[in-house]
């Protein structure tokens, strides 16, 4: 039996928490927010607490869950994992590329405690079989990858937690925020991405420092030509749409089935992604497997789960494209 606690009670937290809540091999010891009112959501019959250091002394968790803001995800993980305690953090794993590195090189030095990062989305059912087919070899080389995000946010997004729209706080918009899973896809799907040429916008007038749209064209290693095109300017959230073509077919991943195509408008369908009930589909239901696999790589103490290191990737290329939108010119990895 681990004890867990969860760090930080904004909307993803009650993911987590049904995660553990769901295992008979995880109890939920404690729950954590700076803010006195979110005590409120707090599970019936779990403590509370507004300071997660003093709920680490108190509780004295196995692993903790860090849902916090952005900025905060670093420190904290690194707190709790200079004490020992097991830590697995939501996504974005930093706010750039040298706080990414230096937080993998702290996974390194810390080889007694597990650090997990939240990127679930490479645990879909329809991405599995994706990946498998594709690293088969069946279809032939990757030709061509595109990733699509068109959701939507209204200015109180932002107002109810400014800090979304804070350079310093956030890292980012809407890549950091709402697209970071979409970049990773496109190269754990594709392989490594050699050069970026990106245009970075703000289409919203909400006075926020963050990007809200970009678009961006991705040469990848094999030469393998990409698009990525993600925005929080759409009139409503819509599925993440990711599609791949190889020398001998074309794959596609909407509404959160992936489906081959057969060049005249048929599909067929291979996958189905899990879904969670409610308005917020578009979280995907692959949370609980990932935590599920963190615990189990904890009990059995092996490496098989997501580590920091496999995270830093996604920083890089949002960093890449940053630069390309702001500079006008290709940038290389």
Known sequence: ???AAVIG???ISAIHIAAIQADPE???TAVCDMDENAGVRAPEGVPFYTDYRQMIAGVKPDVVHICLPHYLHVPVSEYAADMGIHVFCEKPVALNTTQAEEFAAFEAAHPEVHIGICLQNRFNESV???KELLDSGTYGRITGLKGIVPWARPKSYYDAKPWRGIWKYAGGGCMINQSVHTLDLLYYLGGP????KAFVSQLLDYGIEVEDSVSARLTFANDAKGLF???NANYKNESVQISVQTERAE???IENVLYRLDGEGGKECLAEDAKLPGAKFYYGASHKKLIGKFYQAIEQNTQDYLHVKDAVMSIRLIDAIQESGHTGRSVTL
């Open 229 to 231: 095109l993600a925005t």
């Open 1 to 3: 039996m681990k004890k």
């Open 251 to 253: 794959f596609a991943i």
């Open 26 to 28: 995880i109890i939920l």
């Open 9 to 11: 009670m904004g909307d």
């Open 128 to 130: 599995e079989m994706l």
């Open 193 to 196: 991405i050699q050069r970026i």
